[in-house]
């Protein structure tokens, strides 16, 4: 079975944008456990866009206290700042179940690539080396996508890494495109390759209703999916004819 870990960084943009408590990250995140999600993923960003370190806190002990799987993601090379203790520091406090690294850049709008794991290699190990002394299991953001001939992605494994989570942003995009096929040969390979190298498979990246059923049926043996953008606009979605309802009675008018 696949599992999924719903992440939870669009209920702190919404509660960012007004500056108050609400949306509650951390009541969300309990609804996401109510509704039997299998963890809970955030991606804090130095720019603290979105999450911030001290939802990283009440989110790790929400997730202990539930006995869920807890994945922090992040950059583990983006210095601290004000306000972003850095990735490794938080990974420290709170002993994520599973920390996931990524290589993004602070002007990324969002994470669009996965490492290159000849080149960063070098970079990786040790850091994949002090995540496990903090009993993390450790997973490396990874393009699937690329020509096979060139993808380094069974390479993983030479940096300690026990899972890749494939990035799955081109698998969307093909598919919203109509042109699956391709795709999902790239990536059904890139998952085999990484498998026979003893690498577990996470995917995640613009998955939604409509396209993870093709992906898992094509993709073996994915263990989880992380699942945040889509899900909170779906979730709107679904909920907002009910919402309305309740105003419309609570003014008399239904
Ligand atoms: C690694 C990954 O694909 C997700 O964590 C995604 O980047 C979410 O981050 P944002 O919510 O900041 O877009
Ligand atoms: N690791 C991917 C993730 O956590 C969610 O990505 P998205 O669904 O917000 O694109």
Redesign the pocket.
Known sequence: MTVL???V??IAVLRNSRGGREPDVVAAARACLDAGAHGI???PRPDARHIRADDVYALAELTRARGVEF?L?GNPFAPPRPGYPGFLALCERTRPAQA?L?PDGDAQL??DHGFDFVKDAVQLRPLVTQLKGMGCRVSL?ADAHGDPATCTIARASDCGADRV?L???PW?EAFAQGEPERMLERFAGAAMRAQAAGLGV???????QENLQAFLAAVPGVLE????????AEALYAGLSTTVSRYLRLLGDG
């Open positions: 870990s719903v992440n960084n669009k993923t955030v991606h994945n993601e996931t990524v969002t994470s953001f989570e990035f799955t942003g969307a996470n995917a995640g990246h613009d998955l939604n999916v992380s699942i945040g953008h889509a899900l909170v």
